[in-house]
């Protein structure tokens, strides 16, 4: 089939199918706490330490991490789904961090207690692209939280993983993080 000019409600559509793991991204700017849901975050490189976070430059976190130059990414659980919700606009500002206990770590980015891990970061480039900036940030501390399975999100849903290989584990050198 011949490929098309692609225009953004087709990149959505294309882009609702993907899996991804959903996280709370936060910061703390001026004395006050800010957080968001993202999906649009991955491991750049693992030499140094470092993540990747693609923030609209609408979302009010973003001034946050523009500022104070850190942010912490904080992986949800799958009992989580609820505080993905508040903080995607269930709730706002200081709002959002009621509901659970919050730590600091090196940044002193708010750090969910019992996420299943948190990376506490500290930006070290960006890039602006259109309507989001792609944060890179040098991970200075990490929290392994609680047990558990992660939460998902496609296709407009909250989802939880079921495995394939029943806790086998892959043949040598197919485990990408076994590099
Ligand atoms: C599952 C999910 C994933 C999201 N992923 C991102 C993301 O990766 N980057 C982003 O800028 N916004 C993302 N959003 C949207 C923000 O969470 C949302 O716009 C939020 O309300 C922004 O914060 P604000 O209300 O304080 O401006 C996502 C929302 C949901 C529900």
Known sequence: ???????????????????????????????HRYGMTATAVCSATAEPPTVLACINKLATTHAAVAKSKVFCVNVLRVEDWELST??????????????????????????????????????????????HTIFLGQVEQILVGQKGKPLLYSDGQYAKLASLTLGEPLPEGLDYWGF
């Open 1 to 31: 089939m011949e490929a098309s000019r692609v225009d953004a409600g087709q990149f959505r559509i294309g882009m609702r199918t993907l899996a991804g793991a959903v996280n709370i991204i936060t910061s703390a700017h001026g004395g």
């Open 86 to 131: 508040t903080f995607s606009g269930g709730h706002s500002g200081e709002a959002r961090f009621k509901s659970r206990n919050w730590t600091r770590l090196a940044t002193g980015a708010p750090v969910l207690v019992d996420s299943l891990v948190s990376f506490d970061c500290r930006v070290v480039k960006k890039l602006v692209h259109g309507s």
